[in-house]
Nanobody, 126 residues
Framework: QVQLVESGGGLVQAGDSLRLSCTAS????????MGWFRQAPGKEREFVAA????????SYADSVKGRFTISRDNAKNTVYLQVNSLKPEDTAVYYC???????????????????WGQGTQVTVSS
């Protein structure tokens, strides 16, 4: 059973940076896609970034390109989301998700992911 535990959120000011972590256990993740999503109050959960674990291929939502970076550490079984130049509109609960990789799937769609973490809160003040 896949378990995902996020950490690293907090209360920061606009322009600050954070590094969110997602530690994964319960599987060998080499054939997985790991995604980060976020959900702000009153809004739907939205895609932020994803990475294919074995190849390191990444994808990003347009709203975060150039500011956020997704990466993974194989030895630690951990996926990171480096978030820079934070804006108040980045305020949300950030969730880590995992899915076994299949071709021709849209990994920007939350429905493709079967395992989710509990989330970590990021609050950006102006």
């Amino acid at each position: 059973q896949v378990q995902l535990v996020e950490s690293g959120g907090g209360l920061v000011q606009a322009g600050d940076s954070l590094r969110l972590s997602c530690t994964a256990s319960g599987r060998t993740f080499s054939s997985y896609v790991m995604g980060w999503f976020r959900q702000a109050p009153g809004k739907e959960r939205e895609f932020v970034a994803a990475i294919r674990w074995n190849y390191g291929i990444t994808s990003y939502a347009d709203s975060v390109k150039g500011r956020f970076t997704i990466s993974r550490d194989n030895a630690k079984n951990t996926v990171y989301l480096q978030v820079n130049s934070l804006k108040p509109e980045d305020t949300a609960v950030y969730y880590c998700a995992a899915s076994r990789y299949y071709s021709n799937r849209d990994y920007g769609d939350s429905k493709e992911y079967g395992s989710w973490g509990q989330g970590t809160q990021v609050t950006v003040s102006s």
